[in-house]
Protein backbone atom coordinates (compact mmCIF):
# COMPACT_ATOMS: atom_id res chain seq x y z
CA UNK A 1 0.00 0.00 0.00
CA UNK A 2 3.04 2.35 0.45
CA UNK A 3 4.53 2.08 -2.88
CA UNK A 4 0.78 2.71 -4.39
CA UNK A 5 0.49 5.74 -2.25
CA UNK A 6 4.30 7.01 -3.33
CA UNK A 7 3.33 6.05 -6.90
CA UNK A 8 -0.31 7.99 -6.63
CA UNK A 9 1.54 11.01 -5.24
CA UNK A 10 4.26 11.03 -7.84
CA UNK A 11 1.56 10.95 -10.26
CA UNK A 12 -0.18 13.73 -8.81
CA UNK A 13 3.07 16.14 -8.74
CA UNK A 14 3.94 15.23 -12.06
CA UNK A 15 0.89 16.09 -13.56
CA UNK A 16 0.79 19.53 -11.26
CA UNK A 17 4.11 20.19 -12.59
CA UNK A 18 2.71 19.73 -16.12
CA UNK A 19 -0.23 22.31 -15.68
CA UNK A 20 2.59 24.25 -14.11
CA UNK A 21 4.50 24.26 -17.01
CA UNK A 22 1.51 24.89 -19.27
CA UNK A 23 0.59 27.92 -17.14
CA UNK A 24 3.96 29.80 -17.55
CA UNK A 25 4.23 29.05 -21.81
CA UNK A 26 0.43 30.47 -21.16
CA UNK A 27 1.68 33.88 -19.53
CA UNK A 28 4.25 34.62 -22.19
CA UNK A 29 3.38 35.98 -25.15
CA UNK A 30 6.55 35.81 -26.95
CA UNK A 31 6.87 32.21 -26.47
CA UNK A 32 3.08 31.49 -27.33
CA UNK A 33 3.75 33.33 -30.56
CA UNK A 34 6.31 30.72 -31.27
CA UNK A 35 3.78 27.99 -30.54
CA UNK A 36 1.44 29.33 -32.74
CA UNK A 37 4.08 29.56 -35.80
CA UNK A 38 4.52 25.78 -35.08
CA UNK A 39 0.65 25.53 -36.12
CA UNK A 40 0.15 27.57 -38.41
CA UNK A 41 3.11 27.16 -40.31
CA UNK A 42 4.42 23.73 -40.03
CA UNK A 43 7.90 22.89 -41.11
CA UNK A 44 7.42 19.69 -41.93
CA UNK A 45 11.49 18.61 -42.21
CA UNK A 46 12.02 19.33 -38.64
CA UNK A 47 8.65 17.67 -37.72
CA UNK A 48 9.34 14.32 -39.37
CA UNK A 49 13.25 14.61 -37.91
CA UNK A 50 11.58 14.27 -34.54
CA UNK A 51 9.28 11.97 -35.30
CA UNK A 52 12.16 9.31 -36.93
CA UNK A 53 14.14 10.31 -33.69
CA UNK A 54 11.33 9.17 -31.52
CA UNK A 55 11.32 6.05 -33.49
CA UNK A 56 15.17 5.65 -32.74
CA UNK A 57 13.84 6.27 -29.18
CA UNK A 58 11.69 3.34 -29.46
CA UNK A 59 14.61 1.02 -31.06
CA UNK A 60 17.12 2.24 -28.87
CA UNK A 61 15.44 1.34 -25.69
CA UNK A 62 13.97 -1.86 -26.53
CA UNK A 63 17.44 -2.69 -27.73
CA UNK A 64 19.18 -2.15 -24.38
CA UNK A 65 16.50 -4.37 -22.36
CA UNK A 66 16.52 -7.15 -25.17
CA UNK A 67 20.78 -7.21 -24.58
CA UNK A 68 19.99 -7.58 -21.02
CA UNK A 69 17.49 -11.07 -21.08
CA UNK A 70 17.87 -12.62 -24.42
CA UNK A 71 19.94 -15.35 -23.12
CA UNK A 72 17.45 -16.23 -20.34
CA UNK A 73 14.39 -16.50 -22.40
CA UNK A 74 12.81 -16.17 -25.85
CA UNK A 75 12.15 -13.01 -27.03
CA UNK A 76 12.57 -11.13 -30.38
CA UNK A 77 13.83 -7.52 -30.66
CA UNK A 78 10.89 -6.38 -32.48
CA UNK A 79 8.64 -7.91 -29.54
CA UNK A 80 10.95 -6.51 -26.65
CA UNK A 81 10.43 -3.26 -28.99
CA UNK A 82 6.72 -3.24 -28.70
CA UNK A 83 6.61 -4.14 -25.10
CA UNK A 84 8.83 -1.44 -24.03
CA UNK A 85 6.60 1.16 -26.17
CA UNK A 86 3.20 -0.53 -24.54
CA UNK A 87 4.92 -0.29 -20.79
CA UNK A 88 5.85 3.09 -21.77
CA UNK A 89 2.12 4.33 -22.33
CA UNK A 90 0.87 2.35 -19.32
CA UNK A 91 3.46 3.97 -17.17
CA UNK A 92 1.85 7.36 -17.69
CA UNK A 93 -0.94 5.65 -15.58
CA UNK A 94 -1.07 6.51 -11.46
CA UNK A 95 -0.03 3.06 -10.61
CA UNK A 96 2.73 2.73 -13.64
CA UNK A 97 1.77 -1.13 -14.32
CA UNK A 98 3.94 -0.98 -17.37
CA UNK A 99 6.93 -2.14 -15.67
CA UNK A 100 4.93 -5.19 -13.62
CA UNK A 101 3.26 -5.83 -16.90
CA UNK A 102 6.65 -6.35 -19.01
CA UNK A 103 7.80 -8.48 -16.02
CA UNK A 104 4.74 -10.77 -16.07
CA UNK A 105 4.99 -10.88 -19.84
CA UNK A 106 8.57 -12.12 -19.83
CA UNK A 107 7.65 -14.47 -17.23
CA UNK A 108 5.01 -16.19 -18.61
CA UNK A 109 5.38 -15.48 -22.22
CA UNK A 110 9.20 -15.86 -22.80
CA UNK A 111 10.11 -17.81 -19.85
CA UNK A 112 12.20 -15.55 -18.07
CA UNK A 113 12.69 -15.34 -14.43
CA UNK A 114 10.79 -12.30 -12.56
CA UNK A 115 14.33 -12.57 -10.57
CA UNK A 116 16.23 -12.21 -13.90
CA UNK A 117 13.82 -9.72 -15.30
CA UNK A 118 14.33 -7.51 -12.12
CA UNK A 119 18.01 -7.78 -12.46
CA UNK A 120 17.90 -6.37 -16.03
CA UNK A 121 15.86 -3.33 -14.95
CA UNK A 122 18.79 -2.75 -12.10
CA UNK A 123 21.48 -2.94 -14.85
CA UNK A 124 19.45 -1.09 -17.35
CA UNK A 125 19.41 1.81 -14.75
CA UNK A 126 23.67 1.51 -13.94
CA UNK A 127 23.83 0.99 -18.24
CA UNK A 128 21.65 4.61 -18.79
CA UNK A 129 23.27 6.28 -15.22
CA UNK A 130 26.90 5.69 -16.93
CA UNK A 131 25.97 6.14 -20.29
CA UNK A 132 24.37 9.85 -19.17
CA UNK A 133 27.76 10.81 -17.10
CA UNK A 134 29.67 9.79 -20.03
CA UNK A 135 27.79 11.76 -22.63
CA UNK A 136 27.60 14.68 -20.05
CA UNK A 137 31.50 14.06 -19.73
CA UNK A 138 31.69 14.57 -23.71
CA UNK A 139 29.17 17.57 -23.40
CA UNK A 140 31.56 19.66 -20.75
CA UNK A 141 34.75 18.94 -22.73
CA UNK A 142 33.45 20.94 -25.81
CA UNK A 143 31.47 23.37 -23.27
CA UNK A 144 33.79 24.22 -20.79
CA UNK A 145 37.19 23.81 -22.35
CA UNK A 146 36.13 24.23 -25.80
CA UNK A 147 37.80 20.49 -26.90
CA UNK A 148 35.54 20.26 -29.80
CA UNK A 149 37.96 17.15 -30.86
CA UNK A 150 38.14 15.39 -28.02
CA UNK A 151 34.35 15.94 -26.95
CA UNK A 152 33.50 13.92 -30.24
CA UNK A 153 36.35 11.01 -29.52
CA UNK A 154 34.53 10.97 -25.93
CA UNK A 155 31.09 10.44 -27.55
CA UNK A 156 32.21 7.97 -29.96
CA UNK A 157 33.99 5.80 -27.69
CA UNK A 158 31.24 3.73 -26.60
CA UNK A 159 29.38 2.90 -29.74
CA UNK A 160 33.05 2.26 -31.63
CA UNK A 161 34.02 0.07 -28.35
CA UNK A 162 30.90 -2.28 -28.34
CA UNK A 163 30.72 -2.62 -31.91
CA UNK A 164 34.59 -3.70 -31.87
CA UNK A 165 34.28 -6.18 -29.13
CA UNK A 166 30.62 -7.42 -30.13
CA UNK A 167 32.81 -9.03 -33.15
CA UNK A 168 35.11 -10.81 -30.84
CA UNK A 169 33.24 -13.33 -28.83
CA UNK A 170 30.52 -14.19 -26.28
CA UNK A 171 31.91 -13.32 -23.14
CA UNK A 172 29.30 -12.44 -20.38
CA UNK A 173 30.47 -8.10 -20.40
CA UNK A 174 30.11 -8.28 -24.16
CA UNK A 175 26.13 -7.96 -23.02
CA UNK A 176 26.77 -4.87 -21.23
CA UNK A 177 28.70 -2.87 -24.28
CA UNK A 178 25.90 -4.18 -26.44
CA UNK A 179 22.97 -2.78 -23.99
CA UNK A 180 25.39 0.45 -23.79
CA UNK A 181 25.22 0.60 -27.48
CA UNK A 182 21.16 0.68 -27.44
CA UNK A 183 21.34 3.30 -25.08
CA UNK A 184 23.85 5.34 -26.80
CA UNK A 185 21.50 5.07 -29.49
CA UNK A 186 18.58 5.83 -27.59
CA UNK A 187 20.26 9.24 -26.37
CA UNK A 188 21.61 10.35 -29.89
CA UNK A 189 17.88 10.31 -30.72
CA UNK A 190 17.35 12.08 -27.95
CA UNK A 191 19.67 14.92 -28.89
CA UNK A 192 18.27 14.70 -32.46
CA UNK A 193 14.86 15.39 -31.26
CA UNK A 194 15.39 18.44 -28.63
CA UNK A 195 17.32 19.39 -31.56
CA UNK A 196 14.28 19.56 -33.78
CA UNK A 197 11.65 20.84 -31.39
CA UNK A 198 14.07 24.21 -30.43
CA UNK A 199 14.46 24.63 -34.25
CA UNK A 200 11.05 24.87 -34.36
CA UNK A 201 10.28 27.26 -31.83
CA UNK A 202 13.39 29.34 -33.70
CA UNK A 203 16.09 28.55 -31.70
CA UNK A 204 18.86 26.56 -33.21
CA UNK A 205 20.77 24.14 -30.73
CA UNK A 206 24.84 23.25 -30.62
CA UNK A 207 25.32 19.90 -30.83
CA UNK A 208 26.34 19.80 -27.06
CA UNK A 209 23.65 21.92 -26.17
CA UNK A 210 21.27 19.09 -27.63
CA UNK A 211 23.16 16.46 -26.10
CA UNK A 212 23.44 18.37 -22.99
CA UNK A 213 19.20 18.56 -22.95
CA UNK A 214 19.33 14.84 -23.84
CA UNK A 215 21.57 13.87 -20.46
CA UNK A 216 18.61 15.77 -18.48
CA UNK A 217 15.42 14.37 -20.42
CA UNK A 218 17.39 10.54 -19.73
CA UNK A 219 17.98 12.21 -16.17
CA UNK A 220 14.58 12.82 -15.66
CA UNK A 221 12.93 9.52 -16.70
CA UNK A 222 15.06 7.84 -14.39
CA UNK A 223 12.77 9.10 -11.71
CA UNK A 224 11.27 6.57 -10.08
CA UNK A 225 7.99 8.46 -8.53
CA UNK A 226 7.05 9.57 -12.02
CA UNK A 227 6.59 7.59 -14.97
CA UNK A 228 8.22 8.73 -18.09
CA UNK A 229 9.41 11.76 -16.29
CA UNK A 230 5.69 13.16 -16.30
CA UNK A 231 5.72 17.10 -15.36
CA UNK A 232 9.66 16.73 -14.13
CA UNK A 233 11.35 16.94 -17.09
CA UNK A 234 9.50 19.95 -18.46
CA UNK A 235 11.26 21.65 -15.67
CA UNK A 236 14.39 20.02 -15.99
CA UNK A 237 14.68 21.52 -19.65
CA UNK A 238 13.08 24.66 -18.78
CA UNK A 239 15.25 25.11 -16.06
CA UNK A 240 18.66 24.57 -17.01
CA UNK A 241 18.06 26.85 -19.90
CA UNK A 242 19.43 29.76 -18.11
CA UNK A 243 22.26 27.64 -16.62
CA UNK A 244 23.62 26.58 -19.82
CA UNK A 245 23.25 30.64 -21.27
CA UNK A 246 20.93 28.61 -24.24
CA UNK A 247 17.38 29.35 -23.84
CA UNK A 248 15.04 30.77 -21.63
CA UNK A 249 12.49 28.65 -19.02
CA UNK A 250 9.48 29.57 -20.68
CA UNK A 251 10.86 28.44 -24.53
CA UNK A 252 12.65 25.33 -22.91
CA UNK A 253 9.25 24.62 -21.52
CA UNK A 254 7.43 24.63 -24.56
CA UNK A 255 10.09 22.82 -26.25
CA UNK A 256 9.49 19.57 -24.09
CA UNK A 257 6.04 20.44 -24.43
CA UNK A 258 6.05 19.82 -27.99
CA UNK A 259 8.60 16.66 -27.50
CA UNK A 260 5.73 15.21 -25.10
CA UNK A 261 3.37 15.64 -28.11
CA UNK A 262 5.79 14.06 -30.37
CA UNK A 263 5.31 11.33 -27.31
CA UNK A 264 1.57 10.99 -28.23
CA UNK A 265 2.34 11.16 -32.27
CA UNK A 266 5.16 8.17 -31.75
CA UNK A 267 5.24 6.01 -28.74
CA UNK A 268 1.84 5.91 -27.26
CA UNK A 269 0.58 4.45 -30.95
CA UNK A 270 3.19 2.16 -31.31
CA UNK A 271 2.63 1.20 -27.65
CA UNK A 272 -1.26 1.04 -28.13
CA UNK A 273 -0.76 -1.24 -31.69
CA UNK A 274 1.02 -3.72 -29.40
CA UNK A 275 -0.72 -3.97 -26.78
CA UNK A 276 -3.51 -6.60 -28.53
CA UNK A 277 -1.04 -8.36 -29.16
CA UNK A 278 1.07 -8.71 -25.89
CA UNK A 279 -2.79 -9.64 -24.80
CA UNK A 280 -3.19 -12.50 -27.03
CA UNK A 281 -0.16 -14.46 -26.54
CA UNK A 282 -0.38 -13.99 -22.79
CA UNK A 283 -3.96 -15.30 -22.35
CA UNK A 284 -2.38 -18.21 -24.80
CA UNK A 285 0.55 -18.52 -22.35
CA UNK A 286 -1.59 -18.78 -19.39
CA UNK A 287 -3.58 -21.37 -20.90
CA UNK A 288 -1.02 -23.74 -21.74
Known sequence: MQKKAVRVCG???????????ILAIARSAPTLNHVREV???????LITLAIVAALGNVVGSGGMFYALVRRHGRITLIEMQGLVAASSVLNYLPLRP????????????SGIPVRRSTLS??????????S????????????????????????ALPICSALVFA???????????EAVFWRWIDLLAWSFRYAAVFALLGLDLTPERAAAAACL??????????GNGLG???WAIGLAGPALASWTTDIGLAAELLNRVVDLVVVVPIGCAAMPKIARRLRRASAT
Request: net charge positive; with cysteine; aromatic share 8%.
Open 11 to 21: FAIGCALLVAA
Open 39 to 45: IIRPNWA
Open 98 to 109: GLVGRIAYQQVV
Open 121 to 130: IIEAAVVCGL
Open 132 to 155: IVWMALAVALVHFAQARVMGGIVA
Open 167 to 177: ATGEASWHVYL
Open 217 to 226: AAAANMVPIV
Open 232 to 234: IRE
